[in-house]
């Protein structure tokens, strides 16, 4: 009677971003840097790969480093760059929008500077601002003394002509204490949109941006979380269609445990901001990733930069592995030791990537006086990271791709002897006729875009159905590739979903096997008994016992990777209605880490509101909450992606949100009913029944039902869905 054996399996289409601008003429923004072409710097594009590895590229420092210091009165000792570089409208030369901390009467100044050749950089007398009685100086705008970080936009296709370019930067006088907006017909005589910030809950450090993918303006905005215990600056998204109004910034990147590794005591990881850009048909972003090496954890240390990555610019990723920096600190002793800052976005010449920084000599709280310049790195286009194979043949199977027409074209480098060929297979993986590997002329040495050929054919097959690409290499790094500018990635969901369903009608027999049977480990007094006291649906529970016994608990096995979306739910009698772990992968030592997971309750609403998630080391909690009669209650949390919702007998109970994009993945296994490890405080005293842990998010009419019906009356209508759709 209750047996469940398959889930919904639903296939995924994923589309590939197709870049835009609103410019009906076709202008193009100069901030633009959109194209068809799929990076490899995750595997979003990647099915399998066999003999190959990711190999993550560094910038590389101009020897002429810094290219441009202070050496103005108003500059102080201090000038860096969390501003703007943009090549001119005419194509030739650079323009800069940076500013300087000078350590004088006033914090901050904007400042604007030209160069022809990206290296010898000219600061002109704009004689907009007086400074000591004289306009002789390359202040551009002047509100008061906290004007700074000026992210400048070039939007070509206003018809207003005096709209052509647009400024949000942070003002922090008393007055304003937020980001403000206005507009330039020529990105240096500036009017102000309006006396009053346009967004004010964001931190000092933040960047706003047009996105070319989906036409609206995007802001990352320095917020403060509480990651695993510690109070943390993160990374927050928001969005509008409109520059003059913003909808409230939401969490995107935190801090996790491994980025502590070097940590000791209080010492702490903080995201002291992020550059984020379109940037081909995805986003990429620099991570100002902050050490605090104070003994507050909050204030000294250095700063320097990783790649983050994104196909929507909400769901990012972070690098595989140790997370090398995208930008290496300089030498010790050297102008840029101590910390890195990037502008909006790097600019592409002559098939590299330019790269201009402000770096500082000191950390985060240094003694003054402190030295900052800007600086330039460059880097290959597309050059981020790379798949790579050795002398061993290597394979990288491309996910389903839909909408491929004209020439493949590959960003590669072959050493010596080293080749690439690709093929291109159908539905049932073989090659399509005329494209097999032997019919594909091998590619050599090196090159940005380079166009694959089989025999005379110099693009790909039309085809009706979406196709695989399979490359084969030999001592070759592959970056990126474009099969034309509407190619859509097809995914489908890898085997089936992680499912688990404890009713106790047959002890821990799991009652959802089309995943496999996730065993139930038993830990101390815990046996299921047939008894209809202790069950909330048929006629057997789980009791967990009235006393405290080390570690008595139910450990369920495969449950230590749970995706981006799952469902946690549960039946439980708590009979002394009291705070108390329903799952947890914690060791009950210290704060919860970002590699566990805790879902706990609170019957009477005093140490939490009633029930709580810490995921990703952030804590969620429900509204205020009253159950404390000890009867039995259905507790359910379920995660859509970072999007938070709890439930109490089928109601919803309040919501919240943590990143998404991460998947949740954990040390440890999930427990029932206590901490992983004698968590004595927290130990659930009572009994449960209908134990579910799903990697689906269940929706709130088929909450209700199982809270009302128990969870095969909704797992069975899922399986017969499941089959009609087949």
Same mark, same amino acid.
């Given at each position: 009677m209750r047996n469940c054996s398959r889930l919904l399996v639903i296939p995924i289409l994923i589309g590939s971003l197709s870049p835009r601008t609103p410019a009906a003429s076709g202008t193009k923004s100069l901030n633009d840097l959109t194209g068809p072409w799929q990076l490899l710097v995750d595997d979003y594009c990647v099915a399998e790969k066999t003999n190959v590895v990711r190999t993550y590229h560094a910038f590389e420092k101009h020897p002429a480093n810094p290219v441009l210091t202070y050496d103005r009165p108003w500059e102080g000792t201090n000038i860096y760059l969390y501003g703007t570089v943009l090549p001119n409208e005419s194509g030739r030369g650079f323009r800069m929008w940076y500013h300087a901390l000078p350590g004088d009467d006033d914090a901050y100044r904007l400042l604007y500077a030209t160069s022809d050749d990206g290296i010898k950089w000219?600061?002109?007398? &704009? *004689?907009? %601002?007086?400074y000591r009685g004289s306009k002789d100086n390359n202040i551009f705008i002047r509100r008061g003394k906290r004007d700074h970080i000026p992210s400048v936009i070039h939007t070509p296709w206003e018809k207003d002509p005096g709209r052509r370019y647009k400024m949000i930067n942070f003002d922090g006088d008393p007055a304003r204490n937020g980001y403000v907006c206005a507009f330039s017909p020529d990105g240096l005589r500036w009017t102000d949109a309006s006396d009053k910030p346009v967004f004010s809950k964001g931190g000092d450090v933040s960047q706003f941006l047009w996105d070319f993918h989906t036409g609206q303006y995007l802001g990352f905005v320095k917020n403060n979380v509480n990651v695993s215990g510690m109070r943390r600056r993160a990374v927050a998204r928001t969005a509008s269609k409109n520059i003059l109004s913003w909808a409230d910034p939401q969490l995107v990147l935190a801090p996790d445990t491994f980025d502590d590794r070097w940590a000791k005591g209080i010492q702490r990881t903080h995201f002291y901001g992020l550059s984020a850009f379109a940037y081909e048909s995805m986003y990429l972003?620099?991570?100002?990733?902050? /050490?605090?090496?104070? $003994?507050? *954890?909050?204030? $000294?240390?250095?700063v320097h930069l990783e790649l983050v990555t994104s196909r929507d610019g909400v769901r990012w990723f972070r690098e595989e592995g140790e997370r090398p920096p995208i930008l290496e600190l300089g030498k010790d002793g050297t102008w840029d030791d101590g910390m890195h800052y990037t502008p909006q976005h790097p600019l592409l010449v002559d098939g590299k990537l330019w790269l201009y920084y402000g770096g500082f000599d000191c950390t985060h709280a240094a003694p003054a006086p402190w030295h900052g310049s800007i600086g330039l790195a460059m880097l290959r286009k597309d050059g981020f990271a790379s798949l790579d194979a050795g002398e061993k043949t290597g394979i990288i199977l491309t996910k389903k791709l839909a909408k491929t027409a004209g020439p493949l074209r590959l960003n590669y480098q072959c050493r010596a002897g080293g080749?690439?060929?690709v093929e291109p297979l159908d539905a049932e993986g073989k090659p399509l006729s005329g494209y097999? /590997?032997?019919?594909?002329?091998? &590619?050599? *040495?090196?090159?940005?875009?380079?166009?694959?050929?089989?025999?005379? /054919?110099?693009e790909l097959p039309v085809a009706d159905a979406p196709i695989r690409l399979r490359f084969v290499m030999e001592n070759a790094s592959l970056y990126s590739f474009t099969a034309g500018p509407k190619l859509q990635i097809v995914d489908e969901a890898a085997g089936p979903t992680l499912a688990v369903l404890y009713t106790f009608e047959d002890g821990w027999s799991d009652s959802l096997t089309q995943d496999g049977k996730q065993p139930a480990v038993q830990h101390g007094e815990i046996r299921p008994k047939a008894d209809p006291e202790l069950a909330a649906f048929g006629s057997a529970g789980c009791p967990l016992g009235s006393t405290w016994c080390p570690l008595n608990t139910i450990e369920i096995k495969g449950t230590r990777n749970l995706g981006t979306q799952f469902t946690l739910a549960l039946m439980a009698k708590n009979k002394e209605s009291k705070p108390a772990r329903l799952f947890s992968s914690a060791a009950d030592h210290g704060p919860v880490k970002t590699t566990e997971l805790v879902f706990d309750c609170d019957p009477k609403g005093q140490v939490i509101p009633g029930l709580r998630l810490i995921c990703k080391g952030i804590t969620v909690e429900s509204k205020p909450l009253r159950f404390a009669d000890g009867k039995y209650h259905h507790l359910a949390v379920t995660c859509d992606d970072g999007q938070i919702a709890f439930y109490l007998d089928g109601a919803p109970a309040g919501s919240g949100r943590v990143p998404a994009g991460e998947p949740i993945s954990m040390t440890r296994n999930l427990f029932v009913g206590e901490d992983a490890d004698h968590g004595r405080e927290e130990q659930l005293r009572g009994s449960v029944d209908d134990i579910l842990v799903l990697g689906q %998010?269940?929706?709130a009419p088929e909450i209700k039902t199982i809270s009302q019906k128990g969870a095969e009356a909704v797992l069975q209508s899922r399986d017969r869905t499941s089959k009609g759709r087949r």
């Open positions: 000219h600061k002109p007398n &704009l *004689g907009v %601002v007086e972003g620099f991570l100002w990733v902050f /050490r605090a090496t104070d $003994d507050e *954890g909050y204030f $000294d240390g250095p080749s690439i060929r097999t /590997r032997d019919d594909c002329k091998p &590619l050599t *040495g090196d090159s940005l875009d380079q166009t694959v050929t089989w025999n005379n /054919r110099s %998010v269940l929706s």
